[in-house]
Structures are given as structure tokens and as C-alpha cells.
């Protein structure tokens, strides 16, 4: 198999037909976003089923990838959440310094 | 004038009480040496028990690396602790590198053989991926020497 298409076609089980087009259409909007983090996750998972198919990997193994692949999301988002933190603290501590330091006695 | 006295002292106060809640654990070099360290050791672990790496599989082995790496990853851990804010996002990022360090020694004993190339090439790229989050973070934090 060269294409994800050909994993998710239609099988006439109506229960795993949903859930593949469920999946295909998450699939496509996260290939679809602006973020790097949410379009490559799209792109890795797309590749590993790929693999799957077509005996590259076993069934461990891509579960094994998958949660590999949580765990860096769940990285990122601390990440995101420390550079977050970290510019408030460093841009409202500079307006305190700012005005405790330099605007008290010389503009007033 | 009076008025914005007034009004310089009512936003400082808001940024300050608004702020305070939401400060983040401060730039630490050893936590940031831990973080390189324990990717050291992890990609090694992976690298050795590679089909075609230094080592064969075996449980011994397994058990040997994966002890030595326990107690690393322990050390950075508390380390990571004793030095957070209530914010917990030392202690957090570790954590999510020790539960991919024991995943993969628990992989490698379920499989009771050598890694695939296949999957080592696809994980290792997400191990240095969690990371190089990791240390970015660090980088990020308050406090980071230029």
C-alpha cells in the first residue's frame, strides 16, 4: 500500500467505517493546521499506519510510536506553558522595575 | 497628576496580583544538564539494543541498563522537585521523560529481543524530539544566562 486511502476505504462494517472516517477526517484537518506540532503528528501517524500496512512495523511497535508520540505532545505543551509563564513574569517584573526604579522621584 | 498616580498604582498592582499566581520554577543549569544526561542514556539504551547494535538482548542486560537508568531518572526527578514552584513544570517535564525511559524498557522486555531498525529510527527521532522540549523550555525559563 502507497497510500493512506487504501488503509481507510471503506470495509461495509458500518462501526469501522465510522471510525475511519472519523480518523480521516482528523487526519485531514491536522495536516490542514498552522501548527507544526498538530501537522506533524497528522504526518508521523500517517506514515506509521502506512508502515503498518505494508509489514514495515507490527502491532506493538505502532502502539509503542503512538504513545511515544503523546508523550512529546504532552512535552510541547509544558514547554508552552513554561515560555508562557516565564514572558509574563519577565515583562510585568519589568514594569514594576520600571516604575518602582525609574518613574518614582523623577516624574512625579 | 493625581490621576494617573492613581491609575499607574491600580495597574501595577493588578499586573502584580495577577501575575504572581501565574510565575513560573526559574532557569536551573543542573536541571538542564540532567535533561542532556538522561538523552545521552536513553538514546545509547536504544542505539545498543538495535538490531546490529553493541549489545545482545538479553534480560540480564536489559535489567542492568534499565536499573542504572531507574535511578537516574529518580535523581533528576527529585532534583526537578526541590527546585519547582508550585507551577510543577520541572518536576512535569521529567516525569514525561522517565515514563518514556521505563515504556521503552518495558517494550524491549516484552519483545525479549533486539529493537527493529525500522522502529528505532521512527522512535529515536521522537525521543530527541521530547527532549529537545525539554531543554528548550529550559532555555525559556527566567533567569536563563545569555
Known amino acids: 500500500m502507497s497510500d493512506i486511502s487504501e488503509v481507510l476505504k471503506e470495509t461495509g462494517d458500518e462501526a469501522l467505517d465510522f471510525i475511519k472516517a472519523s480518523f480521516k477526517e482528523l487526519l485531514l484537518e491536522s495536516k490542514n493546521d498552522s501548527k507544526t506540532v498538530i501537522k506533524e503528528t497528522g504526518r508521523k501517524i500517517e506514515k506509521w499506519l502506512l508502515m503498518r500496512a505494508n509489514d514495515g512495523l507490527d502491532d506493538d511497535e505502532l502502539e509503542s510510536l503512538l504513545n511515544t508520540r503523546r508523550r512529546v505532545v504532552r512535552q510541547f505543551l509544558n514547554t508552552q506553558e513554561i515560555a508562557s509563564r516565564a514572558r509574563l513574569e519577565k515583562i510585568s517584573i519589568g514594569l514594576i522595575d520600571i516604575v518602582a526604579n525609574k518613574f518614582i522621584g523623577a516624574i512625579f | ?146
Open chain 2, 1 to 146: 497628576m493625581k490621576d494617573l498616580k492613581i491609575q499607574i498604582v491600580i495597574i501595577v498592582s493588578v499586573v502584580v496580583l495577577s501575575g504572581c499566581a501565574l510565575f513560573t520554577t526559574h532557569y536551573d543549569a543542573t536541571r538542564h544538564e540532567n535533561f542532556t544526561k538522561l538523552q545521552a542514556y536513553h538514546v545509547k539504551f536504544i542505539n545498543d539494543f538495535t538490531e546490529g547494535g553493541a549489545k545482545k538482548w538479553s534480560l540480564n542486560a536489559i535489567n542492568t541498563v534499565c536499573d542504572a537508568g531507574d535511578l537516574k531518572y529518580r535523581e533528576a526527578l527529585v532534583y526537578a522537585k526541590s527546585k519547582d514552584n508550585k507551577d510543577g513544570t520541572g518536576a512535569r517535564a521529567v516525569t514525561n521523560l522517565k515514563e518514556q525511559f521505563e515504556a521503552d524498557c518495558h517494550f524491549s522486555k516484552t519483545k525479549e529481543k533486539e529493537f527493529s531498525k525500522r522502529w528505532s529510527a521512527e522512535h529515536l527521532e521522537q525521543i530527541n524530539l521530547n527532549y529537545g522540549y525539554a531543554v528548550a523550555s529550559e532555555l525559556t525559563r527566567v533567569d536563563k544566562p545569555e
